[in-house]
């Protein structure tokens, strides 16, 4: 840790956190949803040692970076606009941005959108999926305007997770009930040591039954965490002492931020209704464990990848792998990020 150097960047008047370790080429590393820079503290070590200026960022509304009360600071081309404004104020013109989660989508976007910036992507957990940001079944790349197909995907009596998160007020009043319990115990839940034990193949279990069924369907007067399953002891890979870190953390800055990201989904898909049919041109690839619930809804955008993508460079799927990638994978990521890096080193 004592390598890193921390800097907050002026983002044209935004302000970014960024942790910084290694030199060289410059990768950029997009965290999600409820996490923080701290999500890639084992890859900034790993991509220094392999020759690279690693740079793993707090994404606005996160950490330490800037809060914004009105939602519209949180749709898709502001969060772009971060990651290649902290290209630029970190002396750059180019980079390599890898997102997990919420930042995949941030990731994707800002490559299709700026090439001439971002050489290369990675996503971890969420594939490319266009103007919808997130794949769901029967909308791969944003066919379907999100609202509508959270509807329906939920079924009457009950909200898809996006639209309880974009609700705000409900979810803020779950998470500060207890925010170190929930995290604890939402963390978990998504991971593949939880949901090996339910015995699903997720790649033949059928994607809309298995939202339905799961935590991240909320009956109407329910709590997401009410299908949360709390650990007997904290996994290696996420000990007490990362608990304790993004605990601290939301329990200072407070949900509403991250949770505009949900709030945005269907402003965003109208936003790059323009880009709909363009393809991703720079080199990408895609990482996922198969125990992940983003896997079941993706898999058709992962299929058809190299459709949108014509320098895909393939996909890897890690077994027993829940939604913490490349926290709770740390050696396999890590592995997969540097071969990709290999692959477009010039």
Request: charged residues 20%.
């Amino acid at each position: 840790m004592s390598a890193r150097k921390h800097h907050l960047l002026d983002i044209s008047g935004v302000r970014i956190h960024a942790v910084e370790e290694g030199e060289g080429p410059l990768v950029l590393l997009l965290h999600g949803f409820p996490e923080l820079w701290y999500s890639w503290r084992h890859q900034l070590t790993a991509l220094a040692q392999a020759g690279y200026r690693a740079v793993a960022i707090d994404q606005r509304g996160y950490g330490r970076s800037s809060k914004f009360w009105n939602p519209d600071a949180y749709r898709i081309h502001r969060l772009v606009d971060d990651a290649v404004g902290v290209v630029h104020a970190l002396g750059e013109s180019t980079a390599v941005v890898i997102g997990h989660d919420w930042g995949a989508p941030v990731a994707w976007t800002a490559a299709w959108l700026h090439p001439e910036v971002f050489r290369g992507v990675v996503g971890l957990s969420i594939p490319f999926s266009g103007r919808g940001l997130m794949a769901l079944p029967g909308s791969p790349f944003g066919e379907r305007k999100p609202d509508e197909l959270h509807r329906e995907l939920a079924g009457a009596g009950a909200d898809f997770y996006q639209t309880y998160f974009g609700s705000i007020d409900a979810p803020i009043a779950e998470f500060e009930r207890d925010v170190r319990g929930w995290i604890k115990a939402g963390v978990f839940s998504l991971s593949g040591e939880a949901l090996s034990q339910l015995g699903i193949d997720f790649a033949s279990f059928d994607p809309v039954a298995l939202i339905r069924a799961s935590a991240l369907c909320v009956p109407h007067g329910s709590r997401l965490s009410d299908k949360f399953v709390t650990p007997a002891q904290q996994p290696n890979w996420f000990n007490e002492q990362d608990l304790d870190f993004f605990a601290s953390e939301y329990e200072r800055t407070g949900f509403a931020g991250p949770l505009c990201y949900y709030r945005n989904l269907d402003a965003s898909w109208q936003d790059l209704a323009g880009h709909a049919d363009k393809l991703l041109t720079v080199p990408a690839a895609f990482v996922c464990g198969d125990l992940d619930v983003c896997y079941s809804w993706g898999l058709e955008a992962i299929a058809r990848a190299p459709e949108r993508i014509p320098n895909y460079l393939g996909t890897t799927i890690l077994k027993g792998c829940g939604h913490w990638t490349q926290q709770e994978r740390v050696a396999e990521t890590n592995a997969a990020l540097l071969r990709f890096l290999k692959s477009i080193a010039k």
